[in-house]
């Protein structure tokens, strides 16, 4: 099974600021990867299809990068909508295996 | 617009069967696979497999073959996804989710349901 290794698992920020959260691969996925928000007691939503494409109705504060093995996800001036939990998942081999989550909280 | 409504939560005994509906609508049903992913308490998100209501094709995770149907019914717009031999580590909300389309077979899961809890207890 391919691994998806995010980090970090947790970080803490302010309204505002900049973040980047990585995603690694175990092999190389080309660009087969989403990446999710989800709230508490919500379903997750889609941020990324594709590594870097941005669906319609997600703000442009949102952007992804990376191919092969390494992704990111960054979130230009944070708002307090988006204190939650995020994952990436490769969409390459079954199974579509998710990332562990990466938490971020309000400093 | 896009609507999946699942079922409601479920209480089952382990070794017991659970059937986990998803009732879709606002787009052509046979047009888009159908996901499963699943959340245990507290923890992230495990993907279960898709069903194309097109053709009934199905792709399950590795470890829940031999456990897991997915089928669906056009007649309704309806998906479902049954598990057999519960154990108490199959407590968890269960997601139906559709593909948000236009990026082949990435999959990117757009519309989601909104999730239903099946508790395994003795």
């Known amino acids: 099974d391919i691994q998806m290794t995010q980090s970090p698992s947790s970080l803490s920020a302010s309204v505002g600021d900049r973040i980047t959260i990585t995603c690694r691969a175990s092999?190389?996925?080309?660009?087969?990867v989403n990446w999710y928000q989800q709230r508490p007691g919500k379903p997750p939503k889609l941020l990324i299809a594709a590594a870097s494409f941005l669906p319609s109705g997600v703000p442009s504060r949102f952007s992804g990068s990376g191919s092969g093995t390494d992704f990111s996800l960054t979130i230009d001036s944070l708002q307090p909508d988006d204190f939650a939990t995020y994952y990436c998942?490769?969409?390459?081999?079954?199974?579509?295996?998710f990332g562990q989550g990466t938490r971020v909280e309000i400093k | 617009q896009v609507q999946l409504v699942q079922s409601g939560g479920d209480v089952k005994k382990p070794g017991a069967s659970v059937k986990v509906s998803c009732k879709a609508s606002?787009?052509?049903?046979?047009?888009?696979?159908i996901t499963w992913v699943r959340q245990a308490p507290g923890q992230g998100l495990e993907w279960m497999g898709w069903?194309?209501?097109?053709?009934?094709?199905?792709d399950y995770a590795r470890q829940l073959q031999g456990r897991v149907t997915m089928s669906t019914d056009t007649a309704t717009n309806t998906a479902y996804l049954e598990l057999r031999g519960l154990r108490s580590d199959d407590t968890a909300v269960y997601y139906c989710a559709r593909d948000l389309g236009d990026y082949g077979n990435l999959n990117p899961l757009g519309y989601w349901g909104q999730g239903t809890l099946v508790t395994v207890s003795s």
């Open positions: 998942q490769q969409s390459s081999n079954n199974p579509y295996t």
């Open positions: 092999q190389s996925i080309s660009i087969s």
């Open positions: 606002g787009y052509t049903f046979s047009s888009y696979d």
């Open positions: 069903i194309s209501p097109h053709n009934g094709k199905t």
